[in-house]
């Protein structure tokens, strides 16, 4: 392998129903697209609806959150025999992060007070170009929160994004009500 591939490796779980002519997600239909695509939608959302449309691609990403963590359960049911720290951990670090959506680090999270510092970085939405220090990651930020909200039960609360210009990743802050 050579060297620009040593980071790279197959996800197991996707594969092509060649009989219904679409790919499979953890036994699920779903739809491969390239990421600066995604970002173009996110990007068009903004366009149309101005100042809203943040609210709106959170709301979004949460119930696509909250879809994804069912469906993740419904294919690794043995996820729910974990303890939470470690449920949290493999669907956003790892499984979220296969399936394209960036390197997802809770920096800090503590399940008794309902609080979750995430780092995000190489998220679909990033690949905008930033002319300025608006947050972008507002469907991610949201799709985190749907997962975080299946896995503990409690409604989660999307309480500050920090995305600047020049920061490599966006901070986000994840808390119940």
């Known amino acids: 392998m050579g060297e620009e591939n040593s980071n790279k490796k197959p996800i197991p779980y996707v594969w092509l ?31 149309l609806v101005g100042a809203g449309a943040g609210a ?13 963590a069912e469906l993740t359960f419904k294919r690794f049911p043995e996820l729910k025999l974990l303890d939470i720290e470690t449920q949290i951990h493999e669907m956003c670090s790892i499984i979220l992060r296969n399936s394209g959506w960036g390197k997802i680090d809770l920096s800090y999270s503590s399940t008794d007070s309902n609080m979750y510092k995430v780092h995000l970085c190489g998220h679909p939405s990033g690949l905008i170009t930033k002319e300025s220090d608006v947050p972008m990651c507002h469907l ?3 799709l985190i929160s749907g997962v975080l909200e299946m896995l503990t039960g409690t409604r989660k609360n999307i309480v500050g994004l920090s995305c600047k210009k020049d920061d490599s990743f966006c901070l986000i802050d994840i808390k119940s009500p």
């Open 140 to 142: 991610e930020a949201g």
């Open 17 to 47: 129903d060649e009989d219904a002519g679409q790919p499979m997600l953890m036994g699920e239909p779903c739809l491969i697209l390239f990421s600066e695509s995604f970002a173009a939608l996110r990007d068009g959302v903004q366009k």
């Open 56 to 68: 709106i691609l959170m709301e979004v990403g949460k119930s696509m959150g909250l879809k994804y």
